[in-house]
C-alpha cells in the first residue's frame, strides 16, 4: 500500500525536516531567535517550530529563555539560542617540526590553540605520545573533557589511505608510516577520528577562513610552498584527491632540464624535481651562489628582506625564483583553471616581495585570470582545516544533513 | 497541516518515482520483461507495476504485446518493451576539416554516421550551412524527421559559453567565433541544443563507449594529440571544465626551454609552448631534420611504421617524441591523479609504437600508477560524447532524473 506508507514516512520525514530547518535557522541568524522570527525564516507553523525547538532543547542543543515582560498581552516570548558549547571537535595538525592542536566549538569557534614542539629523530610512538598529551592539555585549557570531543580531524605529511585511517608513506617523519594513528586516537577517544594529507586540510581551512573566504567561486587550490611543494585542490567544494590518493603532486613536476635531457635522479631523497629546483632549500642555496643574503634554510627572510630593500643580488635571485616557480604554478593552472590560488608553506611569507613577480611572470603564461592570494592563516591552515572537517563529521550527530568534503 | 500535505505529497511523489524505478528496470533489463519481473526487480507491488506502465504507455514510451498461450490459467502475461524508437537524439562534431553528425535512438544506439566534408577558407555562416544540411540528410537517412529529435549537442573547437551557447574563440575557424550557432539551431530544430568544447565531448565518448569504458573509475582524462595538444577531464563522474571554461589546456605548459630561460614568444600563431613541442608539426619538422621519413603534416604516420620496421632515424625521433610527450603529460598526472588516460588525436594513430615509449618515460615521472590507452574510438569520440551530452538532456523529458555530465 504505497500511500499509506507514504504518510508514514511523510510525517516522520517531515517532522525530521522541521526540526532540521529550525536548528538551521538558528545556527545561522543571530543569537536572539523567537518562534516568530524563526517561524518566518523557515516558513514553518508556529506549533511546528515550537514543536522543534522542543525537541532540540531535549536533545540539549538548544536553550530556551523567557523574554522580559512582554509588552503583548499572552504568553511571553521566549528566546531560542543555539547551545555551540554542546559539543567540540578538535583538528589537529602533526608535522616533522611541530604537533598543533585546535579544540572548536560546535559552531567553530576556536577556543584554544596548543603548540607543541617536536624534537628531531622522533620516533612514530613518541610523536604519537606528544600528540596525546597535546590534545589532553588543549582540552583541559578549553575547560571540555575528552568525552566532550564529537569528532576529531588530523592532519600530515605524506601519503594517507583515509578508509583505513593509515599513513602509507611519510618521508618526513620516520616510524610514522605504518602506525596505527588513526585506530590508537579512536580507540582512547570514542569518536570519529578523521586522517588525511596535511595540504588536504590546508585547502578547506583557506577556503573556510582564509583569504579567499569570501570569494564565491567553489574551487580552490592552495599551493604548500616550503622545502617541499605540494598541492590541497578543492574543485566544485569536493577535494579533489586523485584516484590514488596522490593528486597535486606539483613538487614532482620536471621542469628542472631541457625537453631533451633525461628526467633528474629519481627519489634519490625523496624530493622531487620541482621542490629542487624552487624548494626552501634551493632558493637558500640559489642566494648563497649569487652571494646575497641567504639566511638559514629553516628561515631565508633575510634574502626577500634584502630584495624588498632593493639589493641587486637579492632582487635578482628573487625574481629568478618567481620565474620557475610560476613556470610550475602555470602547468597547475592551465590544467585545472581554478580561479583563485592561495600559496602557503614558510616561502610565502616572504609575501608579495616574492608574490608579486611571481604573478607578474604566470601572466605570461596562463590564458585566463587567476588571483594569487598569499595565506593568511600561516600556520594555522591546516589545523583549522582540520577543525572544518571534524565540524562536518561532527554534524552528522545533528539532525542536519552534513556536507561533503 | 504538515501530515496531511505530506500524505498527498508523498502519493503523488512516490507514484512519479513508481513510474521512474519501472521505466529504469525496462530499459536496464532484456527486452522481455513482465509484470512479475518488473515487480521483482523494483520491488513494486503488481498492480503498482501495472499502473505505472500504463501511464508509460499511454506516454507512448513503452510497448506492451500479449505474451503467446500462458500455460498458467487466469490472465495471459504481457510483454514490456521499452520504446528506444519514440525518440533520438544528435551528436554533432564541427571540426575545420569535416562536420560529423551522428543520430542515435533513446537507447543510445547509433542509426547514422554522416561525414561532411569542410573546405579550406571556409566561413561561419557556410560551416552552418554544412552542419544544416548535414543533419538534414543523416535524419533522412535515420529514417526520422527533425522533429522527432529529442535533443541535440555540439562539439566545437575553441573556448565555448555553454550557458550562453556562443563559441567565444575558434582559432581553427575563421568567422565561427561570435555566430549564434545554437540559436540558430534552436529556432530551427525547436529542441534543446547545448554546445561544449570538442574536448570534452571526446572524454564523454571515450568513457561511455571507448576504450576506457570498462573501467569501474569515476574519472577519465582524454588527451587530443595533433596539431593541437587539449585536455578533457572527468573527476568524479563530472566534466571539468575550470572557472573560466578553460582547464585542460596541456598545449599551453611550458617545457619547451631552461628551467631560467624566457618564455616563448605569446600567442604568436595561437599555438602553445607544449604544442610547439610535440605537437603534429613539430613531430613532422623533427623527422624531417633527422632524416627520417616524414610523411607530411597532415599524416606523420610513415614516421611509425619506420620506427616499427627498426629504421634508426626513425626510432629515434619516436624515443625522443615519446620522451617530450611523457614530461607533459606526467605534469597532468602528478596534478590530477587520474588513474586513467586515453589519447586521441591524429598522433594518437601510431599506437603502440609511440604510446610504449610513452609509458616507459611515463613511469619515471609518475608516483603511481596510471594505464595509458589509445582510443578506440578515433575519429567518432567527439560525436559519441555529443549524443551522451544529447541523451542526458533528452533524459529530462524521460520520467526519471537526468545524470549530471
Known sequence: MPPRQAAAT??????????????????EGDSSATVSSLASATGLSRPAVTRALGELRDRGLVELTAASASSQPGRPAQYARFRAESGHVAGIDIGSHKVLVM????????????????????????????????????????????????????????VVDRDRGEVLLAPSIPGWAGLPAVSLLRAWLHCPVSIDNDVNLAVAGERWRGAAADACSDSLVFVHWG??????????????RGSSAAAGELGFID????????PGPRHADGIGPFERLVGAAAIHRLAQEAGAPAGDEEDISPLFDAAAAGEPAAVEVVERVAARFAR??????????PGRVVIGGGVSRAGDALLE?????????????????????GEQAVALGAVRHALDAAEERLPVSGRET
Not at 610550475?328 to 583553471?337: C, K, M, P, S
Open 10 to 27: 511523510g510525517t516522520h520525514v517531515v517532522r525530521r525536516m522541521n526540526v532540521a530547518a529550525v536548528l538551521s535557522a538558528l545556527r
Open 103 to 158: 579544540i572548536a566549538d560546535l559552531a567553530g569557534k576556536v577556543l584554544t590553540v596548543l603548540r607543541a614542539a617536536v624534537p628531531a629523530g622522533v620516533t612514530g610512538p613518541e610523536l604519537f605520545e606528544i600528540v596525546r598529551s597535546g590534545l589532553t592539555a588543549a582540552v583541559t585549557e578549553a575547560g571540555i573533557r575528552l568525552s566532550g570531543l564529537w569528532a576529531v580531524s588530523v592532519g600530515v605529511p605524506g
Open 227 to 240: 622545502r617541499r611543494i605540494g598541492t590541497g585542490i578543492i574543485l566544485n567544494g569536493m577535494t579533489h
Open 255 to 262: 621542469l628542472a632540464s631541457g625537453p631533451d635531457d633525461p
Open 328 to 337: 610550475g604554478l602555470a602547468a597547475l593552472v592551465l590544467i585545472l583553471d
Open 357 to 377: 613577480p611571481v604573478r607578474r611572470h604566470l601572466r605570461g603564461h596562463a590564458l585566463v585570470p587567476v588571483t594569487v592570494h598569499a595565506s593568511v592563516l
